[in-house]
């Protein structure tokens, strides 16, 4: 609920989803976002594969779970699961820590088209699918119509919701190199595929921002840092500058540029 006493007359959260990105926390540091942030947190995700290698990972998944926080672990951790061929050990691995969500990308280990979208559809059968779309080689681009053809592609095979790569610092999938967003590929996939099925990867303020002023605070936004969840969600209520008068002053959205 935004602020103590709902002086300001603001509306209820918004519906869109803040996925966030936890490199490393330790329990204590969960407990601290939790309580300070929970209602702004709706699913995190173990980067790439900290989960892994993360000590006492279950005393840390049991605080995740009495706030009643999704958490999945990192697609490049998939991938690695996928090269090293132990799918079957990652199942495992899965229902021994209770986890209810997986992660399915094909950012940095190249898997078949086709055994991708089946991958989707087996884990779908047990977890709730998140799955990726884009290279984390800044170097690769990939057409709007590929982007949208296979964002579908994985939603129908079984995916809860599809995200757009952007690595840590927006410097690949949908930004170029240099962190400058592909808007045209943003606006062609806005126009093909539901944006409540969409996360976008949205590391940096101007990005979230861009996003908000374009899309409006219900936007799903992904690979947002722990101390960044409360900074985003004033974007969300127009309580900063970048957004005040898109959402709280209801004035003109953004220019799509």
Do not use: C
């Not at 799955?131 to 990939?142: A, H, L, P, R, W």
């Not at 952007?166 to 126009?191: C, K, N, P, Q, W």
């Not at 899309?215 to 969600?233: D, M």
């Amino acid at each position: 609920m935004p602020g103590s006493d709902g002086f300001l007359g603001l509306p209820p959260r918004s519906a869109g989803l803040t996925h966030v990105i936890d490199k490393g926390l330790g329990p204590r540091a969960v407990e601290d976002l939790l309580e300070t942030a929970g209602d702004y947190v709706d699913i995190v995700k173990l980067g790439w594969g900290t989960g892994y290698v993360t000590q006492n990972l279950p005393r840390k998944l049991d605080i995740y779970r009495a706030f009643e926080k999704p958490v999945v672990p990192g697609g490049t951790f998939m991938e690695a699961v996928y090269a090293r061929d132990k799918l079957d050990e990652y199942r495992r691995w899965l229902s021994d820590h209770g986890f209810t969500h997986v992660e399915i990308s094909d950012g940095a280990v190249e898997i078949p088209r086709e055994r991708k979208l089946e991958l989707i559809d087996e884990l779908a059968r047990d977890f709730t699918v998140l799955s990726e779309v884009g290279s984390k080689d800044s170097s690769v681009e990939f057409t709007d119509a590929e982007w949208t053809r296979w964002l579908q592609e994985e939603l129908s095979a079984g995916a809860w919701k599809v995200i757009t790569e952007a690595r840590e610092g927006a410097t690949a999938g949908l930004f170029t190199r240099e962190g400058d967003m592909r808007s045209g590929v943003v606006l062609s996939i806005a126009e093909v595929v539901d944006l409540r099925d969409v996360i976008f990867e949205a590391p940096t303020k101007s990005a979230q921002a861009w996003f908000v002023k374009v899309f409006g605070p219900e936007v799903n936004l992904g690979n947002i840092a722990p101390e960044e969840v409360i900074p985003l969600e004033t974007l969300r209520l127009g309580l900063r500058a970048d957004t005040l008068k898109e959402v709280l002053l209801h004035g003109e959205r953004a220019a799509a540029s």
